[in-house]
């Protein structure tokens, strides 16, 4: 394919859809890769520069001229265009602004600009179709003819006054079914849902889950239509929201992915990774305090594993159904007190089933019964306290305003071993009479 | 507000939006939100029960007769109804089904009653606008009038041949802005992205994202058009999927939420429990073989936890930053030697800065040199055969075709610990002379 036979390979490529070819850029080199978009139409390219991600995408850019860059920030969604924009250097930035020919397109970028990538107005594009109160269903469709160009997905009219006030929706379907001189006034819907520019982008998404919503207007303080938020874009934002989550418990920080450099992954990684090597000292400390007792008892050592491990797995759960069930807010707000009482009820019958095994394959070894009673109460007490501590946590941090996912993980689970190995030896040396 | 002032409560709630009521809903006791939905319109008290939670709508549902809930169905989006009819028992959805007023309804329930839930035909309601291929505008729009109150959102038009067959889409804006006369067949578009009815749910999420689709028709193998699923219901299937994948990371099975029973809660998390307990057992098991290393140098097992701990957090790290990466398929698929490069590079940086702390650590608690070498040698071994597992096994499963999160975490953590004892009690017993 690499014989630069460019007929067939435009022809083939005309023939997919931007979505797949950008799946293909992904297996090039940077210099392949031009070469392949730079035989597409410069449409199809900027939809395809569009999909591509962050990294790539920059890296990708490197070898393109301002000029270039700008061909393509010409066509693409403005909410894209900041995007790209935003990962380039300064000065290729302000190359590229300045050398846009579509001036509408620089304007809503400079607009955009200015917004935080994580509020409503830093996921918002400029591109949508609004009728003055005023107009009738004529002058809507003439007004959806010169705008059709510049907006992929119409999903709906918005409705404003003379100052661009937003007060309402005009549905494609009501525009097609009304009769040409119906006034927007008499038909429009008056019941929206918007958010401000300032709200964080997870407000938005859960609002449009929530009211099932494709799309949702953005105004500024006064009330005034500024752009909107597609559905495409707040379901990037949730999933990189769970994936975050998902990396933070594991005690991953940052929006790391495998194919970052080592140096970056370590940063994320090595912070976390610390806080268990402190709880892992201070075991050690605190085990030391008790280095006569495993003299005369050895065979203690022995169930220091499975004392971690339990309660590093129940604390682990715990805490995991917790945060499921804050970020779900339903509107329901279960009372602490009832949540305590659950988790103990599941933890009474793990403790009592997994303290009894343990019961039992230490009288089966031939371990001496009063070590037996220490490990499977010290088990016990164990699931209780690593089940307080994964409730708890997660829901003072959610209170506090920290986000509960990420200090769940890594804490949850050193607190839980030291607390354990608190209750195992404390047990042991007042039952053991050591 | 429970003084039953009928009037005043009606009029707060039309106010709202249905998905606020059912905010208010979960608050109450059945008796209660019965009466209150009994209040408003059958058709917004029909969006209500669309939006409710599986378990509530259960549950609320039980105080309605079939004749009652019939009334209900009727007025849901045809995917709902099916939904809140698996929820009953066989008998009373017989009966609703027999009961239903809207007979096209009840034949779009019966297509739909036979698909899984984890397909697309399970995912697909059968409302829809289509159009023949050989119409021209003005029956498009007539088409459009009479199918408009059933369907919510219309998105586009599907146009088909005689045979029902899928050819194309339409949008509404063509059809806004194409002369009355203009035929379907010479604006309708033709590249269209379907899925069968059989496709699994994450692989129709997946194609939805992929192509920024709000909505994807669904055919049968004879390329029939049967339904259509919207983006909303896939944001659901998206975030279900992440909540799940979640949860199976931290050793909790099925779909269970904080406020399921005792017992459900206890069977989803008591099977990983006894995972991590019998390695425990088993690292009790080994320990014990080294007992009398134990009686020589009890100091040893104050190490034990860092050991565990460390090869733990490092497993979960390592396989959650893959799993993210697998979850991502863009269409790179990194070879596993890449990835294992990648990897150990960052082991080794972790590994040694950990490694060097807690050998300081030792030296300045004044344990022996030896013994400092054992604990930083089998941490560093630990680190790098913990990433090592970390790496492997989610690509392994996800090769077999498992999901690669259910075993991710108490598995792997599991693993970790027993190689992590196996290593440090090795390298003791040959470094130590024991």
């Not at 003819?145 to 494609?172: I, M, P």
């Not at 119906?182 to 982008?201: C, F, G, H, L, W």
């Not at 805490?319 to 933890?347: C, H, Y």
């Amino acid at each position: 394919i690499d014989s630069q036979d460019s007929a067939t390979l435009k022809a083939e490529m005309e023939d997919m859809y931007p979505a797949d070819v950008t799946g293909i850029l992904y297996e090039l080199d940077s210099e392949q890769a031009k070469y392949l978009v730079s035989l597409l139409d410069t449409k199809i390219g900027a939809e395809i520069l569009a999909a591509l991600d962050t990294d790539e995408r920059r890296d990708f850019l490197k070898s393109f001229t301002s000029a270039e860059i700008a061909l393509y920030v010409n066509e693409v969604d403005s909410d894209d265009a900041v995007d790209l924009l935003n990962e380039q250097p300064i000065k290729v930035r302000e190359e590229v602004i300045a050398l846009l020919e579509d001036r509408e397109q620089a304007r809503f970028i400079l607009d955009l600009l200015h917004y935080d990538e994580d509020v409503a107005g830093g996921l918002m594009q400029k591109e949508l179709v609004k009728a003055n109160v005023n107009w009738n269903m004529n002058q809507c469709i003439e007004e959806l003819r010169l705008q059709a160009e510049d907006v992929e997905k119409v999903y709906a009219v918005y409705v404003v006054d003379d100052n661009n006030r937003l007060l309402g929706t005009l549905s494609l379907k009501r525009i097609v079914l009304a009769h040409k001189n119906t006034k927007v006034e008499s038909i429009y819907n008056q019941d929206i849902i918007y958010v401000e520019t300032y709200r964080p982008a997870e407000e938005v998404a859960e609002l449009m889950q929530r009211y099932d919503l494709d799309v949702i207007p953005v105004v500024n303080v006064q009330g005034r239509l500024l752009g909107r938020i597609t559905i495409d874009d707040v379901v990037d934002v949730i999933t990189e929201q769970a994936s975050s989550d998902a990396l933070a418990m594991a005690g991953v920080t940052g929006d790391v992915e495998e194919d970052d450099t080592v140096w970056e992954q370590t940063k994320a990684r090595l912070p976390w990774l610390l806080v268990g090597m402190m709880g892992g000292i201070l075991a050690a400390k605190f085990i030391g305090f008790f280095e006569g007792d495993l003299k005369v008892v050895p065979a203690m050592a022995a169930f220091i594993p499975i004392i971690g491990s339990t309660g590093g797995n129940v604390g682990i759960q715990t805490s995991s159904i917790i945060l499921q069930s804050l970020a779900d807010r339903t509107g329901l707000d279960t009372g602490v007190w009832e949540r305590l009482l659950r988790m103990f009820g599941v933890a009474f019958i793990n403790g009592i089933i997994i303290s009894l095994i343990v019961f039992g394959f230490n009288l089966l070894i031939g371990n001496e019964l009063q070590l037996a009673i220490v490990v499977s109460s010290a088990l016990l007490s164990v699931v209780f306290l690593a089940s307080f501590m994964g409730t708890v946590t997660p829901i003072v941090l959610d209170k506090l305003g920290i986000n509960p996912a990420v200090a769940s993980g890594p804490f949850i689970t050193t607190a839980n071993d030291l607390i354990g190995y608190g209750v195992y030896f404390g047990l042991a040396h007042v039952l053991l009479g050591l």
